[in-house]
């Protein structure tokens, strides 16, 4: 009777420890070793809840890697996955124990920050993205790229006295502000850090009417036609870190320095 206990003890314990690698398998992106899209969704939602209970604010932010289709055109899609894994290092050495790092899409990072002032979330990432624009990722022993990354970001419960500046209603909505704000880094040379508050109000209604025109056109936009061109109305850079630079200097190798396109 004792043995017979002891197996389905010890059974027990197997089925555990393998639901619990099935878990770590299940928000793991393979490439990275990263929490991946799924298990990002379900913490934004949770962050989402927990502000909403206790008030607390919290910063999102999205990074994205600069002209990587270059660098797989010039690379091979092996040499971008090994970007893609060596600055998700990179991003990982820099993450606190409070924070939640994702990889959110193929060359997109998500990261959310707890228990920081907005002011101290916004330095770390204007360091975050000079830090990889001075310092090459290696590629291997005799090839190191400069790469470098657009960030977006959004303070959630940040106080704003302006109207415009209303709390967000959904996970959805928090993300959608950081991506708006990575949209404009991104038509306005890249390789720069700005917060979706700071983005003109004008900036702001005409990305929601042109999402709005494209959520009916098509219920998934894909990432090119997201990007519209029109930078009739788009405001001018301001600080924060942002240090816009030709597109075409961005993504370049040390040793090998055009891209194909
Ligand atoms: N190596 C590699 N490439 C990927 C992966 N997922 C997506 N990509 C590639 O990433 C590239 C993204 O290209 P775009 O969306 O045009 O973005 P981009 O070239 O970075 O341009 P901007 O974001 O506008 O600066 C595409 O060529 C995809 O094929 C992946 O897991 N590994």
């Known amino acids: 009777m004792e043995q017979r206990e002891r197996d389905i003890g010890s059974q027990a314990e197997r089925i555990r420890a393998l639901n619990a690698e099935l878990r770590i398998e299940a928000v793991t992106d393979k490439l990275t070793g990263l929490y991946n899209a799924r298990f990002f969704w379900e913490r ?3 962050c989402f809840e927990h502000h909403h209970r206790s008030g607390e604010p919290f910063t999102f932010a999205i990074l994205d890697i600069d002209h990587f289709k270059r660098i797989n055109d010039t ?3 092996l040499g971008g996955d090994r970007v893609l894994a060596r600055l998700a290092g990179i991003l990982r050495a820099d993450t606190r124990t409070d924070d939640v790092l994702a990889r959110i899409g193929g060359e997109e990072f998500a990261l959310i920050m707890h228990r920081i002032s907005p002011e ?4 770390r990432l204007a360091q975050l993205r000079a830090r990889l624009h001075r310092d090459p990722i290696r590629l ?10 657009s960030i977006g970001y959004t303070v959630v419960g ?4 302006q109207p415009q500046f209303a709390p967000p209603r959904d996970p959805q909505e928090i993300v959608k502000r950081a991506d708006d704000a990575l949209y404009w880094i991104k038509a306005n040379g890249r390789n720069g850090c700005i917060a979706w508050s700071e983005l003109d109000p004008h900036y702001r209604k005409q990305r929601q009417t042109l ?4 959520t009916r056109r098509s219920p998934c936009p894909s990432a090119d036609n997201r990007h519209d061109g029109n930078t ?9 870190g942002a240090h816009p630079q030709n597109p075409s200097t961005s993504a370049s190798a040390t040793n ?3 891209s194909n396109d």
């Open 44 to 46: 934004i939602a949770d």
């Open 75 to 77: 690379y091979g899609h």
């Open 120 to 123: 101290d979330a916004c330095a």
């Open 140 to 149: 291997n022993a005799c090839t190191h790229i400069q790469v470098t990354v």
């Open 158 to 161: 940040e106080q704003q006295p």
């Open 211 to 214: 999402l709005h025109c494209e």
């Open 232 to 240: 009739a109305h788009q405001p001018t850079l301001p600080c924060l």
């Open 256 to 258: 090998s320095a055009d």
